[in-house]
């Protein structure tokens, strides 16, 4: 298949695994807690990418293993936890509209830190972007009194993370194989998370044997495997054969998904938070409109 069609069906198969993601860390979170969700969402996508890319960490070198490390931590690590934390105060819809900043955040990143193509016109798209994230939060403060909306910080830390990431792949390990980037950032992480999942006693006889616990594990399993390590790749390859710009409007689509099994799980969603995340879309399609024009010309 094509790049220029393989590209768009990469798009939409990650808008559905991560779409799906936010309302399983919700489930989870029945029975872990948030940085226990992260370490075991990372444990087991680490073993499960091991299995299967073994082999390709023969192409890292000392260098390239610098830059697949900090991607594991900021790509996945950090926000894993981040996204999870902030979802035992806001809903999980709201977490993913937030997280549809990545694209304005990946334009910033790579204008300020990474040399990207100065456009003067794509500063618009991410002005409106900011606002619509501004407006939601308020809204969702107003609709729903009892949630703590300055958790919303967090979505908007790890898009951040998300942005860098995306950079530092595209910069750095470009000509490296996508299974092994995941491979070699999910091998150093494994020694971490076991770490945080010992230092917040996960391993207990009493927390094993718990029927949440059961349940929870049910849940971020699913989440590991299709919504960590099978994404991983394919976002991964989606940077190398298009742009970080174009690869991180996956999250065009991500909020229809999880607007969706939010709504199916009974959250709040008012034609307030509808309009502001119309808003942060309209400016995440601007930013990147803007950048095909350039990339065409």
């Known amino acids: 298949m094509p790049n220029q069609y393989l590209k768009w069906f990469f798009l939409i198969t990650l808008s559905l695994l991560w779409g799906s993601s936010f309302i399983l860390i919700k489930k989870s979170l029945l029975g872990l807690t948030p940085i226990q969700l992260g370490a075991v969402r990372v444990l087991i996508t680490g ?29 996945t690590f950090f926000p894993s936890i981040l996204f999870a934390y902030a979802e035992t105060e806001i809903d999980s819809a709201i977490a993913s509209i937030l997280n549809s900043t990545v694209p304005l955040l990946a334009l910033i990143v ?9 456009i003067r016109k794509q500063f618009i798209g991410v002005f409106i972007g900011l606002i619509g994230s501004v407006l939601l939060i308020f809204a969702g403060a107003s609709l729903n009194p009892d949630q703590n909306y300055w958790f919303s910080i967090l979505p908007i830390i790890a898009s951040v993370m998300y942005a860098f990431n995306a950079n530092i792949i595209k910069k750095y390990l470009q000509n490296v194989s996508a299974l092994g980037i995941a491979t070699g950032s999910f091998l150093i992480l494994i020694p971490v998370s076991i770490i945080v999942l010992f230092a917040t006693d996960f391993f ?14 049910i849940y971020v399993s699913i989440l590991a495997v299709l919504g960590t390590a099978f994404a991983k790749i394919i976002f991964n390859r989606l940077i190398q054969i298009s742009n970080p710009v174009f690869t991180t409007s996956v999250t065009y689509l991500i909020p229809i998904i999880a607007l969706s099994w ?14 502001a995340g119309l808003i942060i879309l309209l400016g995440v399609y601007l930013a990147n409109k803007k950048k095909r024009l350039k990339n065409r010309a």
Do not use: C, Y
């Open 262 to 275: 939010g709504f199916l799980d009974g959250e709040q969603f008012n034609m307030m938070q509808f309009g």
């Open 110 to 118: 790579g204008l300020s830190f990474f040399g990207a193509a100065f």
């Open 47 to 75: 073993i499960v990418l091991i299995l299967f890319g073994f082999r390709k960490l023969k192409q890292l070198n000392k260098q390239q293993w610098f830059w697949v490390g900090l991607s594991g931590f900021i790509g």
């Open 204 to 217: 207990t006889a009493e927390k094993l044997k718990s029927p949440e616990t059961h349940q929870a594990l």
